[in-house]
């Protein structure tokens, strides 16, 4: 198994968006890709699963996302494609490993500091669901402003960390 990755201030506070899914800021999925092919060869899929199980679950990189990308780093030589029992297994050269190496600051890193922000969230919002069906208006009411003040505190948490 790889390395992990996430971690508060880096890649966890973005990593999670709409649809369900785990969302990498722009730019930082070419690394995750380099970081898993600097483990072993690998074809695109092989390569979400491990993206998904190194973030235990928290983040899958749609092939939408993996495969353009692929695309880009094999263009400009950062990994090799070659066919393989039917499908294209990619490889990392010399240079896909300089620039895993050389990633800017703030890039995703391999670290997971075991802080599960999207599973709390889905928690929350599973029991505001529950609480807007059964509830009367001065319960949603309630909820609502514990909602907006929630929000406004995580705000203030990220102003302070940028």
């Known amino acids: 198994m790889g390395q992990r990755f996430g971690g508060r201030g880096r890649f966890g506070r973005e990593m999670w968006g709409p649809g369900g899914g785990g969302r990498a800021r722009r730019g930082d999925i070419k690394f995750l890709i380099l970081a898993v092919l600097a483990e072993g060869p690998r074809h695109g899929y092989d390569i979400i699963a491990e993206l ?12 939408g996302s993996v495969y353009p990308t692929l695309t880009m780093l094999e263009e400009g030589g950062f990994i090799t494609g070659e066919q ?4 294209r297994v990619f490889t990392i050269t010399d240079d896909g490993r300089r620039m895993l190496e050389n990633k800017p600051a703030g890039a995703a890193d391999a670290e997971d500091d075991g802080v599960d922000l999207r599973g709390a969230a889905m928690k929350l919002g599973a029991a505001v669901m529950q609480a807007a069906r059964a509830g009367d208006n001065a319960t949603h009411e309630r909820i609502r402003t514990i909602l907006d003040a929630a929000r406004k505190e995580i705000y203030a948490i990220l102003a302070e960390s940028d």
């Open 52 to 63: 998904e199980e190194q973030s235990n679950g928290r983040y899958r990189p749609s092939p």
């Open 84 to 87: 393989a029992d039917g499908k």
